[in-house]
């Protein structure tokens, strides 16, 4: 446990008090849904207390990092200054703490724009960033539930939700948010014909 704590002092270092405590609140949601889906719990909980390391820095500081990366950036990335702490964070705790983890380097760079054929383990970050217990927006306590319950719909319903925050801030919606989208759309569109089909033979 000694590492998270060093985690956690370094964290305080770098963040608000607010976003410290948002940081703890996606760690824990992250390791509940490890745990109910069969994934490495303590790894969860890291990506999770990892996942805005880099949000509060200057963002000429986050640009550089998310450069240095040599990640692949489309245009909604580099234009929306808000979106630069995922690539910074990944490159940051890569080549800064040191950890070679892909899948949780993958889930601190995706968590915000997420992108289709993610890992269930990214989804999970993804999904505990979304549901963390500081969030209020107006679905969260339908996705809170779905996310233990219909992991796919609570997906479905997280990404419509950050699209249609995007439209309204009028700003650009990441290619790979809409391949997200695209993904969870047909998912559940298969889901619900083949619900209609077996409810059709039922009577
Ligand atoms: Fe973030
Ligand atoms: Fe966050």
């Known amino acids: 446990m000694d590492y998270i704590d060093d985690l956690k002092t370094l964290l305080k270092k770098r963040l608000s008090k607010k976003r410290y405590n948002h940081s703890l609140n996606v760690a824990s949601a992250a390791s509940e849904l490890a745990k109910k889906y069969g994934e490495d719990i303590e790894k969860a909980y890291i990506a999770g207390l990892l996942h805005d390391i880099c949000k509060e820095i200057e963002p000429e500081e986050q640009e550089q990092m998310m450069l240095r990366g040599d990640m692949e950036l489309s245009g909604a990335e580099l234009a929306v200054k808000a979106l630069w702490h995922g690539p910074a964070g990944a490159y940051f705790i890569k080549n800064e703490l040191h950890i070679d983890d892909e899948e949780i380097i993958n889930a601190v760079r995706y968590h915000t724009v997420g992108r289709s054929g993610m890992s269930k383990f990214e989804e999970i970050i993804y999904l505990a960033d979304n549901i963390s217990e500081d969030r209020d927006f107006k679905d969260v306590e339908k996705i809170r539930k779905l996310a233990f319950t219909d992991f796919e719909k609570a997906m479905y319903e ?30 559940c569109s298969v889901r619900k014909k083949s619900k209609e089909k077996n409810d059709g033979k039922k009577q």
Do not use: R, W
């Open 158 to 187: 997280a990404v419509c939700y950050s699209i249609s925050s995007i439209v309204k801030k009028q700003s650009y919606i990441p290619d790979k948010t809409m391949d997200l989208y695209n993904q969870y759309t047909y998912l």
